[in-house]
Each structure stands twice: as C-alpha cells, then as structure tokens.
C-alpha cells in the first residue's frame, strides 16, 4: 500500500517539476531581457544580447565587455524564425530588431515576441 501511495505521487510529480522548471526559465529569461535593456537606458549605450547557434547559454554585451553569460538546460532550444539570434538595446531603450524565435522543450513550444519600437516582448505558448 505504501509503495503504491508513493509511486503514484511520484508520477503525479512529474508533470509539476517539469511546468515549475519552464517557469522558471522564462522568468530568468524576461529579467535578463528587461535587464539588458534597462542596463542600456541607465548607462546611455548599447547593449548586446548574443544567442549562439547550437549552445545552450545566452550573453549580454556592452561593447567587448560581458555584463551577463548565463547557461540554460539542454532540455530548452532556441529556434531562429523572423528574430535573428543577435540583437541590441539602443541607449534609449528601443530595439534594433523585431520579430519572434521559438523555445522549444520536451513537451511545449513557446513563441517570444518582440514588438516593434520600444522594446517591448512577450511569451505564448504555441
């Protein structure tokens, strides 16, 4: 009775960890992107957000030094779609770009948006 108890949670577990774990990382996510560009309106310059191609990390520039390199798990990748994986906050807070790429994890995919003008983005799940 007890070992099925506890199989049964584990199972009913499973689902949980994984939402909190997608939680998790499009919050640190959306900081850092809010972060990058409030970084360019502080210090009047360009800030630079570098996603590269086959790696699971993302980096914030200014010029040549590194503000932020934060790695993500393998279990998120980043399609490039109308978004390049490169772009820059302006040092009055607007971006240089705008489109969406796809995060995609074992179960879902999600759309990031970044709008024109302002800076301004957001996350759907597809």
Not at 38 to 48: C, E, G, I, P, R
Not at 56 to 74: N, P, Q, V
């Amino acid at each position: 009775m007890f070992l099925l108890i506890v199989s049964l949670s584990v199972l009913m577990i499973q689902p949980k960890m994984q939402s909190l774990d997608e939680n998790m990382f499009f919050t640190k996510f959306k900081a850092d992107i809010l972060f990058a560009q409030q970084y360019a309106l502080a210090n009047q310059t360009y800030v630079n957000v570098f996603i590269p191609q086959g790696s699971h990390r993302y980096m914030l520039a200014d010029g040549y030094t590194m503000i932020l390199d934060h790695e993500f798990s393998e279990r998120y990748s980043i399609i490039e779609r109308t978004m390049p994986r490169t772009f820059q906050f302006h040092p009055n807070g607007n971006i240089n770009m705008f489109g969406y790429f796809y995060v995609q994890t074992d179960n879902s995919k999600y759309k990031v948006m970044f709008q024109i003008g302002r800076g301004r983005f957001y996350v759907t799940e597809e």
